[in-house]
């Protein structure tokens, strides 16, 4: 009898946890893996600043989904099986320990993204997956005898019983093209998770300062999002920043990143109560310079500029702040209001929203509903998360679902 064969197109995140998860689950089967690059698992290498953010540590399946600005709804049913505590679980029972960061990002122990390549890469070989790089698949059809039928970069052609698609973003339309061949659609590519570009002399004179928590809202795609902000030579960064724009991916893109971003620098406070501060600064040191005095958590650079912003004088002393300059101050303080004139450069996206359409496939098995034996995990698909390790959880997630489902045929 011959041996069952399960393809996995793409030596990512999904692809290796699909194919592990498929070899160990179908002993009989011959699982290859094919990747087109020479190097496994590069995206891996290069996450987290070279650390890798795993996953998050949020262990509710229903709370893990509201990270997802894309695929919310879709990814309920698969993270009630497998969720960050089993991804916990799956890397531990191979060796690797995940350890927590304040903000809730998991991170080996090791804070090596190398160990995460070399856990999987080895789990792979001893589940007998066979690796394949340097392997492109440039087509596949299905011959009329039933299966499928790959063209390969090197010039061959193999057959197969299954197929899983776990090619990454399709950050152009050409990528997606295996999956659109086979009779799926695609979700139009757009950026997710970029930094906004703002030509503001003095914000810029600030590139390298961050603050703890501020309050960002883009009212024309009415979003929202707190967290922290970093200055950049360009404009702003940080995680507040990133998750604005995945929230925003599609109405930022068609306004072609031209809009208002307001900035709210001391979100814990209100007018009442920033007006009573400035007015007990007035009272308590009437002869100190107001371009000395910031307000916490504000840094000393910071604040000198919002003031100056707001158009007050550099000698100004707190006795002489009248009526009209406490308003402009309060404003410049709660509602800083910057021109956003473009996103950050293309290296920098980490995720491309758009993908397979989601109702074309089953969130049970990721099996496609348009093509029998043909299945998809990870960032192929129009499901994209914020930062902090929703998007490798994703890939975890779809590929174990995936490969489970190959193993047993379902
Ligand atoms: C700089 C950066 C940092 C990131 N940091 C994090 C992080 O810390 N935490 C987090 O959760 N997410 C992070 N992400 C996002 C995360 O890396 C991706 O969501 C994740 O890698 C998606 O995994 P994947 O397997 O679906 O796709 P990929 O990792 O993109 O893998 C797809 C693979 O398929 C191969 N391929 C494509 N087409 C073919 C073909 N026709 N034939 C054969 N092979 C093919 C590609 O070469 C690639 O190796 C980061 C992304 C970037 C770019």
Known sequence: ???????????????????????????????????????????????????????????????????????????ISPFQ???????????????????????????????????????????????????????????????????????????????ADRVLLATGGCRTAALGQLAVALGHTLEPPVPSLFTFQIAVPWLRALAGVSVEEVELAAPTAKLRERGPLLVTHWGLSGPAVLRLSAWGARDLHACDYQFPLLVNWLPAWNEETLAAELQRRRLAHPAKLVTNAPIAPLSARLWEQLVAAAGLAPDLRWTALGRAGQHQLLRKLLRTEFPVTGKSLNKDEFVTCGGVRLNELNFKTMASKVCHGLYFAGEVLDVDGITGGFNFQAAWTTGWLAGRAMATGS
Request: net charge positive.
């Open 1 to 75: 009898m011959t041996k069952r064969r399960i393809v996995v197109v793409g030596g990512g995140a999904a692809g290796f946890f699909a194919a592990i998860t498929c070899a160990e689950n179908a002993p009989g089967a011959e699982v290859l893996l094919l990747e087109r690059t020479p190097n496994f698992l590069a995206k891996v290498k290069i996450s987290g600043g070279g650390r890798c953010n795993v996953t998050h540590a949020c262990f509710n399946a229903r709370e893990f989904t509201t990270r997802y600005p894309r695929g919310e709804r879709a990814l």
């Open 81 to 159: 099986q497998f969720q960050a505590s089993d991804t916990v679980a799956w890397f531990a029972a191979r060796g690797v320990e995940l350890k927590t960061e304040a903000d809730g990002r998991m991170f080996p122990t090791t804070d090596d993204s190398s160990t995460i390549i070399d856990c999987l890469v080895s789990a792979a070989l001893q589940a007998g997956v066979k690796l394949h790089a340097h392997c492109g698949v440039e087509a596949i059809t299905r011959p009329v005898a039933g299966g499928f039928e790959l063209t390969l970069s090197t010039g061959k052609t193999l057959t």
